[in-house]
């Protein structure tokens, strides 16, 4: 006798695969992550004074690196009451002397990814907050071959990402993806929390 009853939406669902969720994806890719991710990287990578978080949405990262003493540049395309809103972080020209530090929208962290490459300065790191599926998939592919990663940090415990700020238990495992402008080494493979 079977003593779990789940089905094809059951193992979709615990991996975040949003074409089989019950609920609809949130318009603009608005998942707000737990502010624990960034006490984590904070602890796990030596990261520049300076960062600039592109989607801050309402804070959650940016107020923990500004409380741990970073100095923060916080936009996001939509205005959610923190940072600068308006702001298309794929449209900019600047380049920032600095590490940029996110959780981007998913359907857009290929996109993110080379641009944040292409924005931050030499020595500098981009670290994604991104499914440990980023991993899988021909054009994350190509784009690992482009932007080899210098560490992969895998979370041992689930840490949440609220749709609009509102936070539940998840069930999707999460890792830090940190790139360093100059890499050309062999990827490390790692754990935290």
């Not at 030596?46 to 500004?66: M, N, R, Y």
């Not at 972080?89 to 490459?117: H, Q, R, S």
């Not at 994604?128 to 415990?157: C, I, N």
Request: proline residues 3%.
């Amino acid at each position: 006798m079977k003593d779990w009853t789940g089905n094809f939406h059951s193992v979709v669902g615990c991996l975040g695969a949003s074409n089989h969720s019950k609920e609809e994806r949130e318009e603009n890719d608005f998942y707000a992550t737990d502010p624990i991710a960034a006490e984590w990287l904070h602890k796990i990578e030596t990261l520049s004074h300076d960062i600039w978080e592109p989607a801050c949405g309402q804070g959650h990262l940016c107020k923990v690196f500004e409380r741990l003493g970073y100095n923060v540049k916080a936009t996001d395309l939509i205005d959610r009451g923190y940072g600068r809103g308006g702001v298309n972080f794929l449209m900019t020209k600047d380049k920032f002397d600095g590490d940029i530090v996110t959780n981007p929208p998913y359907k857009f962290a290929v996109p993110f990814i080379d641009k944040a490459m292409r924005t931050i300065t030499e020595g500098h790191k981009v670290c994604m907050f991104l499914k440990v599926q980023f991993l899988e998939g021909k054009d994350h592919r190509e784009l690992f071959e482009l932007y080899k990663p210098a560490r992969v940090w895998v979370s041992t415990s689930r840490i949440q990402c609220g749709k609009n700020g509102n936070f539940k238990d998840s069930m999707v495992a999460y890792a830090w993806y940190v790139w360093e402008k100059g890499f050309n080494g062999i990827t490390e493979l790692k754990w935290f929390n």
